[in-house]
């Protein structure tokens, strides 16, 4: 396996720059933030911008804790990547990493300032200074579980970036999302604003009559990765009524995710009445 590492000052373009530089020199893995993304896609770990301090969120992101640097190497382990890029804030950085998850040694040590002009890295500490916002390189859709209830969005490269490697797509997707330790980072949104939002799609649905009892709960035990909704609903006579609640607990799913940050883990709906 052939080892790369992409060091520079937090919150000077790395992460974004990563999938750029993959592209060019065909590499198939990345290792940042304690996240392994291959060919695109995050195979394990839990993203260091999950944590709710800087201190912890540095000590994830080099791996110190064994589970999660087991549950990396087993990862790598499964995958057999030829080549990996390891991003960090410094060279030591990178070699507590590559210890940590028992990697060859960096063959090839690429430095941001190696990559990027001045005023892009200077683009990027504003909006890390400014609007809080970190960049992952991998799909939104693959990490919303992890950052349930967090501002995020999705950012597309396209082909003139560089054609090299069929796994980093032409449309690889990034995000933009903002951690816990930003002062931007988390939000709530209460029950009482999830009641309007699924009364708003009752009353363009039709079929059913009332709503009432609408309970919001986070998943502790999934470490807040979503939230689940019960309620209660009144049903108009009909045909085929299984099938129209089912339709209404995708509907009611789809439309809160689009409309907040948060995945809907589970809606479960008690038909109380049918009138």
Same mark, same amino acid.
């Given at each position: 396996?052939?080892?790369? /590492? ?14 750029n ?21 995050v195979?394990?770990?839990? /993203? ?8 912890? *969120?540095?000590k994830? *992101? ?9 549950e *990396? ?11 990996i ?15 940590r ?36 390189? *991998? ?12 501002f ?22 990034? /995000? ?6 930003s ?6 949104i209460?029950?009482?604003?999830? /009641?309007?939002i ?41 045909e ?36």
């Amino acid at each position: 396996m052939k080892v790369y /590492s992409l060091s520079g000052r937090s919150g000077t373009g790395k992460s974004f720059q990563a999938i750029n530089l993959c592209k060019e020199k065909n590499i198939e893995g990345i290792i940042d933030d304690g996240l392994f993304i291959y060919r695109n896609k995050v195979i394990s770990g839990i /993203s260091a911008k999950r944590e709710r301090t800087i201190i912890t *969120a540095v000590k994830a *992101a080099i791996f110190a804790d064994d589970e999660r640097a087991e549950e *990396a190497k087993a990862s790598i382990a499964r995958m057999k990547p030829e080549s990996i890029l390891i991003i960090g804030t410094s060279d030591e950085m990178i070699d507590r990493i590559v210890a940590r998850l028992e990697l060859p040694e960096p063959s090839e040590r690429i430095y941001i300032e190696d990559i990027t002009t001045e005023e892009e890295r200077g683009i990027a500490r504003k909006q890390r200074k400014e609007m809080g916002q970190h960049v992952i390189p *991998a799909p939104t859709f693959q990490l919303r579980k992890q950052f349930s209830g967090y501002f995020m969005k999705p950012m597309r490269l396209f082909k003139e970036f560089g054609p090299k490697g069929d796994y980093w797509k032409d449309n690889a997707e990034k /995000s933009v999302v903002r951690p816990s330790y930003s002062y931007m980072g988390k939000y709530n949104i209460s029950e009482r604003v999830m /009641s309007d939002i699924i009364e708003c799609i009752r009353a363009d649905f039709g079929s059913i009559s009332g709503i009432d009892n609408v309970i919001v709960k986070e998943n502790r035990e999934m470490r807040n990765e979503g939230i689940e909704l019960d309620m209660d609903i009144d049903m108009e006579y009909g045909e085929n009524l299984p099938k129209k609640v089912e339709t209404f607990q995708t509907r009611v799913a789809d439309e809160i995710e689009g409309m907040t940050a948060f995945n809907v883990n589970k809606v479960n709906i008690v038909v109380k009445n049918v009138v």
